[in-house]
């Protein structure tokens, strides 16, 4: 039975992802329940998940987790989709130009190297409290893992493939469309999924400085009480809409490129 269990555990199909899903999280909460229980009694520093669920709870009861939600999530909405779309818009502009990736290539490894969440209370200095220090400072951080993925995809298309192509007499627009950018799409939507959870990373530490509302806020308002099962309710919220997001992208993947999975 056991071995049964195991073999469906393996499969890619929608029912054993779930299982899995289930089961690792059963078995997170039972650690968790077991830390309180023994080692970590001091509420301030770790609560059992059935407050955390109470906390979560009472702040849907009071509007609290809509009101944070709706702040969060319209800024993440808008930035996250303006970075992908740029970062792709710049890898292949690199990918196209060998000129181009040798000027600009170093100034976004030096951009990409630079700490910009450390940054945030300056571009909230700059762009004042609110929504757009936060698209800016979401956009920033999460667009270069866009901008590394697509370039490096669309440079390691099969050669040889592309030799194929041309030898029928293929436009350069067809070899992009049909071999290149094909070949490409693994890689940035891998790229995408990384850029998603720089992004969450993103608005929480720009809400952090720069709202007055947002999961970010929160955090830190929840912080600043001890009040921990509210703080662990946003952070398990976040987590919730980083899984899920990676999830989507990676069905989109395999939309995209099915052959991934032959």
Do not use: C, H
Not at 77 to 86: E, K, R, Y
Not at 147 to 161: F, I, M, Q, S
């Amino acid at each position: 039975m056991w071995q049964r269990f195991y073999d469906y555990l393996n499969r890619d199909t929608r029912g054993a992802g779930l299982s899995r899903v289930l089961l690792s999280t059963a078995f997170i909460l039972l650690v968790w329940q077991l830390l309180t229980a023994t080692f970590v009694t001091n509420r301030m520093l770790l609560v059992p998940p059935l407050d955390v669920a109470e906390a979560f709870l009472e702040e849907v009861r009071t509007g609290a987790m809509w009101t944070n939600a709706v702040a969060t999530v319209t800024a993440v909405g808008t930035s996250f989709p303006a970075a992908v779309a740029i970062g792709v818009a710049i890898g292949l502009a690199l990918a196209s130009s060998r000129v181009l990736s040798l000027m600009g290539g170093p100034l976004l490894s030096a951009l990409n190297s630079v700490p910009i969440i450390a940054l945030a209370p300056l571009f909230v200095a700059w762009l004042g409290l609110g929504f757009s220090s936060k698209f800016v400072l979401v956009l920033l951080v999460a667009v270069f893992p866009v901008v590394v993925t697509t370039e490096a995809g669309l440079r390691a298309a099969d050669k040889n493939l592309i030799e194929a192509a041309r030898s029928f007499n293929a436009t350069s627009w067809q070899i992009f469309t049909t071999v290149t950018f094909p070949y490409a799409l693994p890689f940035i939507v891998s790229g995408v999924r990384v850029a998603w959870a720089r992004a969450l990373v993103g608005i929480v530490v720009a809400e952090f400085f720069g709202s007055f509302a947002g999961f970010g806020f929160a955090v830190m308002a929840a912080g600043q009480t001890f009040d921990t099962a509210t703080l662990l309710a946003y952070v398990i919220v976040l987590g919730a809409m980083g899984l899920f997001g990676s999830m989507v992208f990676q069905s989109v993947e395999e939309r995209l490129a099915p052959w991934r999975k032959e």
